[in-house]
């Protein structure tokens, strides 16, 4: 933060890519009930609210598959998508140049209406597929695969899915075409894995943590994504990585 703060100033922006629950998830929420809320599991001394703003966020969900495959060195996958969006949904002048810069450099760079919402439903799979690859050490395709596994998936993206409803978010999603989708990627090893593999912190706090408090927050149960998570953490804690 403090090597953010010298290159701020009062109409700096950040471009805030994320995998899972982003910090600023609740400010000016439409419900009073969960309006400017802080997530602890994400922000736990509310520094990023409080130093960076999120007034000064433009939502981005980063959809290129890359795998790293030594230290400077990104193999690029598949895809060349920044989907770009206000919290409030607006259609700002920022966040048009945002937009029109990614395109002059042949990057698809939509402006959505609804940045929340689009969150979620990458999230439905990072907030699963991540945690269970790296558990069993597998790509995407075995576990999408292996018929018990797959149940675990599917009953973690429903009980994700419970919450975003509960916040407002109505977007159609069907469980089983994201993880035929996520099969299809075929012998892809998940962000999460990449890390276990390669001795990093892995974002065990953004992708299901979060969640997790998401449903304590809503009064959503979600026994299996609790579950997960536990293993998870003492996974990553074995290996000095959480």
């Not at 950040?14 to 910090?23: K, R």
């Not at 966040?95 to 760079?109: D, G, P, T």
């Amino acid at each position: 933060l403090d090597a953010f703060k010298v290159l701020m100033k009062d109409d700096t922006s950040f471009v805030w890519g994320v995998n899972g629950i982003p910090w600023w998830y609740f400010y000016n929420h439409s419900n009073s009930e969960y309006k400017d809320k802080k997530i602890l599991s994400v922000d736990p001394n509310n520094a990023q609210w409080n130093d960076i703003g999120p007034e000064k966020i433009i939502g981005c969900i980063v959809n290129p598959a890359s795998e790293v495959i030594k230290p400077g060195v990104i193999q690029h996958l598949e895809g060349d998508k920044f989907q770009l969006g206000e919290i409030n949904g607006e259609e700002t002048d920022r966040i048009k140049n945002l937009s029109k810069v990614l395109e002059e450099a042949s990057f698809k760079a939509p402006i959505r209406p609804n940045i929340k919402g689009d969150i979620w439903l990458k999230l439905f799979g990072n907030l699963s597929l991540n945690p269970i690859s790296a558990l069993t050490t597998s790509t995407l395709v075995k576990i999408c695969s292996d018929a018990d596994v797959r149940n675990i998936i599917k009953n973690m993206m429903n009980e994700a899915h419970a919450i975003a409803t509960k916040l407002g978010i109505d977007k159609p999603f069907d469980v089983e075409r994201r993880i035929e989708a996520a099969k299809a990627v075929g012998e892809h090893k998940t962000s999460m894995l990449q890390d276990l593999e390669r001795d990093r912190p892995m974002e065990i706090d953004a992708l299901i943590g979060s969640v997790q408090e998401l449903g304590r927050i809503t009064s959503i149960d979600t026994p299996t994504i609790d579950t997960v998570l536990a293993l998870t953490k003492l996974r990553a804690r074995e290996a000095k990585l959480y």
